[in-house]
């Protein structure tokens, strides 16, 4: 739960990963942000920090991967990491360097090098456009259709208001967690 609450903490702050942000320059901003975090989740903003680093280190492992295995290189069926999908915010603003294995780099120096012909690499990249595209993702569930359908509502909220009710929907949703605990009751 520790690191669930560590990325929708980080996920209200956009100029920590939003390389388009005004702000993601900002280290004033973004330690500010950090400081926050850390009360947010409850534990040092150092710790915050390394926690973070960790989490999205693991999550552009698991995109290397899928990528590898959309290219071909992997096969059978894997388990995805349990917070892929909560992290997919993060997807817009990965370079493709971040994501990508030796390949780019292998693909780089391939069109660097004159040649007669198309090289190896460019016959796999023409291989795979010739493939059909992927199929559709599975329809949504009753859930993430009505976590969808609060997105226009909350974005009528001020800017200012966002993060505090973005918090107390998160806090009604752990609050309704069958392992919470609620010290409160016993006063």
């Known amino acids: 739960i520790m690191e669930e609450k560590l990325i929708v903490a980080v996920c209200d702050h956009p100029e920590l990963y939003n390389t388009a942000s005004y702000w993601y320059r900002d280290r004033t901003k973004k330690d500010l942000a950090w400081r926050r975090i850390g009360e947010a989740v409850g534990l040092a903003e150092d710790l915050c920090r390394k926690r973070w680093n960790g989490l999205r280190e693991t999550y552009l492992k ?8 959309r290219s071909g290189s992997a096969a059978g069926p894997s388990k995805r990491w349990k917070y892929s999908a909560v992290m997919s915010f993060l997807d817009p603003f990965i370079s493709p360097r971040d994501t990508s294995s030796n390949m780019v780099q292998g693909v780089e120096e391939d069109r ?14 023409m291989e795979a456009l010739r493939r059909p ?55």
């Open 62 to 69: 698991e995109q290397r991967k899928c990528l590898e295995k």
């Open 112 to 125: 660097k090098r004159p040649s007669q012909g198309p090289s190896e690499m460019d016959l796999v990249i």
């Open 133 to 187: 595209p992927p199929p559709p993702p599975p329809p949504m569930s009753a859930d993430e259709m009505f976590l969808k359908s609060l997105l226009p509502t909350l974005q009528r909220v001020p800017p200012e208001n966002r993060d505090f009710v973005k918090l107390k929907m998160y806090k009604v949703l752990v609050d309704n967690l069958p392992v919470t605990l609620n010290l409160e009751n016993f006063d």
